[in-house]
């Protein structure tokens, strides 16, 4: 069969755009972490820790995250349709618009000019910016689908779809806002609603955005690295329906014991506790599709970023689950627990999956074989290291602080004052202010390694060429 | 089938995102801020507060501040009443945060005089040594504009006096914190409900003893120096030497209770003994 003319150009664009942007997101990181250990560290008005943190999460999920998702499905969805983008044209408009987008976030965002809704704080003119991408962006992979050249889509397609529709959806949804002047709105709702309604787009951000399309990925690039097939097509469609039916019922979780009705935090509580079943039955898909290639394990990095990479998506969606029961809730919302395990699901989980797909895509977008696996294994050990040391930290400190939250004297007064709890909370900060400079480290290396792949990896001319 | 048709499964996928938004997301939309939550004494912000609240928003301070306080005991205990839904009525957006890397403050206001505020953020450190809590003395250099102000009043519709908006005038971004900060909370009358009533004759247990006045020493230089100062020779507070004549039950009471409309906070988070303690260090002769 002929080759398609595929196009990776744009692929490679957006791969090496949202490393740019993971990069700050991690340095802003680091930076923030500091500020917590020192507040001498904030420079007011521009650099204090309430204006770059949310820069650290929109570089991280819009720029890294979904930048690497942009690149991830221009490649997918042309190898899995054996068809070339509908419109490279428009593909390539949305490179530019997406680092205009990004710089225009940046430049708001330590202006000062946000919406105060987490994951959602760009002011409405950036807002419609990020809609305008988003459309282009569905329209370019939906039209490549239909005129596509293979009878089947393949799972990653569906979720794919999936994020394409439910991203929009609840994006405009939160976005409701009434423009004051041209940097300035104020919620279209109020008080309890628009908390409602806004962790319902938050916890959503996490289906559409850091599930659904490191799902897609995953799905693909696994059996591609492994050369063996997805264990089970009939598992990957019942997870696929359950996953994207339950999550939307789960976001009030983040709003237990708070005024939101009881019934809607009831509701929320007990899908939470649902959907283990839908996020194991991927991670079991991936385990099983393992049987008998473990050894790859060993013999083959891109695996041990994919493993680990779904292994902390396990752990995530168990996690996750837990802290969503009342009581447990109760005892580590707040806390620095959460933050532990938001970065276990963006630096192991997301992130180790767009590691290895980058890493697969070296020889299509450079056309050279990876520099070194030596250093690509040093990326490995050191993200992973870093990650962990975060993780255990937070969860740490996050246990201690609610412990003396919740502490009481025998006469019924509280045992320790906020200032006592914060107090014991800084050589954790440190821990992990130093665990983002390890994990740091590993970016540079991952940078390193494909600097040096473009510039003298070893020529992969076939491979490049070669047909699905 | 749907397997083979992208437009069908885009229509299949929307249709069963849309079940659990319908149901948790729109329909507690019949319940919220209507009737059913209404809480007659909540009232809008006014021009100055709500300058402040942008000022909050800017900054972002929800970040590190959450704003609303849980029905548990130590959550009540340590910063007031629990959060009702109709307090919330005029928050747009609302603010209640996801961490707590400072106290919560939904219920800030009446706390502390306004003296303490402009203190603490001027520099943080100042009031609370240990805090890392980044300095905010630059709003005190940035004027509120009446005009905007004005315009986002009507925007949301508050009710507001052309006397409102002249009050602005010459007011910096500092005071309107400040001002956002003391109308936090106070939409119910909470504090002076949850006053202790005081049953039967106070009587001190510790009283001549001289290791409960160290230890209320410790306790003074923990809890109340940042407003008494040091030496108790006062600051924001009002000076407390020469208190050796006072009754111990009454002293006992305001430190327990505290003085709402004079801006002392309440303790009795603390518990009944360190109170004492303090009382006979207090009333110790110099």
């Known amino acids: 069969m002929e080759t398609p003319a595929y196009d990776y150009r744009i692929v490679r664009g957006f791969v090496v755009w949202s490393i740019i942007w993971g990069l700050v997101a991690v340095l802003v990181g680091v930076l923030i972490s500091f500020q917590l250990c020192d507040p001498d560290l904030n420079l007011p008005p521009f650099l204090t820790y309430g204006r770059l943190r949310p820069l650290h999460t929109n570089a991280g999920i819009f720029g890294w995250g979904i930048g690497s998702f942009f690149a991830l499905f221009f490649f997918m969805v042309q190898r899995l349709c054996r068809t070339s983008l509908w419109s490279p044209g428009l593909a390539r408009f949305q490179l530019w618009f997406f680092n205009a987008t990004i710089i225009a976030a940046a430049i708001t965002l330590l202006l000062g000019y946000n919406t105060s809704k987490e994951y959602h704080e760009l002011e409405w003119p950036v807002d419609i910016m990020v809609v305008i991408l988003w459309v282009i962006f569905a329209i370019n992979i939906i039209m490549t689908i239909i005129k596509r050249r293979e009878e089947q889509m393949y799972i990653s397609l569906w979720y794919m779809l999936a994020c394409l529709v439910g991203v929009a959806v609840l994006y405009l949804v939160n976005a409701a806002e009434i423009p004051v002047s041209l940097f300035k709105s104020y919620s279209a709702y109020a008080g309890t609603n628009d908390a409602n309604v806004q962790w319902w787009f938050g916890h959503n951000a996490v289906a559409m955005v850091l599930t659904a399309p490191p799902l897609a990925v995953f799905y693909y690039f696994l059996p591609k690295s492994t050369g063996v097939p997805i264990y089970s097509h009939r598992m990957s469609i019942i997870a696929f329906w359950s996953l994207i039916f339950m999550y939307l019922w789960t976001g009030a979780h983040h709003l237990l014991w708070t005024p939101v009705p009881d019934w809607v935090q009831t509701l929320a509580m007990a899908f939470s506790v649902m959907l283990i079943a839908p996020s194991w039955g991927s991670v079991f898909n991936g385990y099983l599709s393992m049987q008998g290639e473990w050894q790859q394990m060993k013999s083959n990095y891109l695996v041990k970023f994919l493993i680990l990479g779904i292994t902390f998506y396990g752990l995530q969606t168990l996690q996750g689950p837990l802290q969503s029961i009342r009581s447990f809730s109760a005892f580590i919302h707040y806390t620095d627990w959460v933050p532990g395990h938001v970065h276990m699901g963006t630096m192991g989980w997301v992130s180790l999956v767009l590691f290895a797909a980058i890493y697969y895509l070296a020889p299509y977008l450079f056309g050279r074989k990876v520099y070194s696996i030596g250093l690509a294994n040093l990326h490995f050990w050191l993200v992973l290291i870093g990650q962990i040391i975060y993780s255990i930290s937070m969860w740490i400190a996050g246990v201690q602080q609610a412990g003396m939250w919740h502490a009481t004297n025998s006469d019924g007064s509280l045992t320790y004052t906020f200032m006592e709890t914060l107090v014991e909370m800084y050589p954790y900060y440190w821990v992990r202010a130093f665990s983002g400079i390890i994990y740091l480290a590993g970016v540079v290396v991952f940078l390193y390694n494909l600097y040096m792949t473009a510039k003298k990896g070893e020529p992969a001319e076939q491979l490049a060429q070669q047909a699905n | ?286």
């Open chain 2, 1 to 286: 089938m749907w397997e083979n048709k992208p437009v069908l499964l885009l229509v299949l996928a929307t249709v069963t995102i849309l079940v659990g938004t319908v149901i948790t997301m729109v329909l507690p939309f019949a319940w919220v801020n209507t009737d059913r939550d209404r809480i007659e004494t909540v009232t809008p912000y006014n021009p100055l507060e709500l300058a402040g609240r942008d000022v909050y928003i800017r900054e972002g301070c929800n970040n590190c501040h959450s704003q609303t306080v849980r029905p548990l005991v130590t959550e009540v205990l340590r910063y007031g009443d629990y959060s009702k839904s109709g307090e919330f009525a005029y928050d747009q957006p609302h603010l209640w945060g996801s961490r707590r890397m400072g106290p919560d403050l939904a219920r800030i206001g009446g706390k502390y005089p306004d003296a303490w505020h402009y203190k603490h953020m001027h520099e943080p450190k100042s009031m609370v040594p240990k805090t890392n809590m980044p300095a905010y003395a630059f709003l005190e250099r940035n004027k509120v504009d009446p005009d905007e102000t004005r315009h986002k009043m009507d925007v949301l519709g508050f009710p507001y006096t052309e006397a409102d908006i002249k009050a602005l005038q010459g007011k910096t971004e500092m005071d309107a914190m400040v001002a956002y900060l003391q109308k936090l909370g106070t939409g119910i009358d909470w504090r002076k409900q949850a006053d202790s009533a005081v049953v039967g004759e106070l009587v001190n247990p510790f009283r001549g003893d001289r290791t409960a006045a160290e230890a209320g020493e410790s306790l003074y230089r923990k809890h109340c120096a940042s407003c008494h100062g040091q030496e108790r020779e006062g600051d924001i507070g009002p000076e407390l030497t020469g208190l050796a004549g006072m009754d111990d039950g009454d002293l006992f009471e305001i430190l327990y209770n505290g003085l709402p409309d004079g801006g002392m906070p309440a303790f009795s988070n603390l518990g009944a003994t360190k109170n004492w303690q303090l009382v006979n260090y207090l009333l110790q002769e110099d």
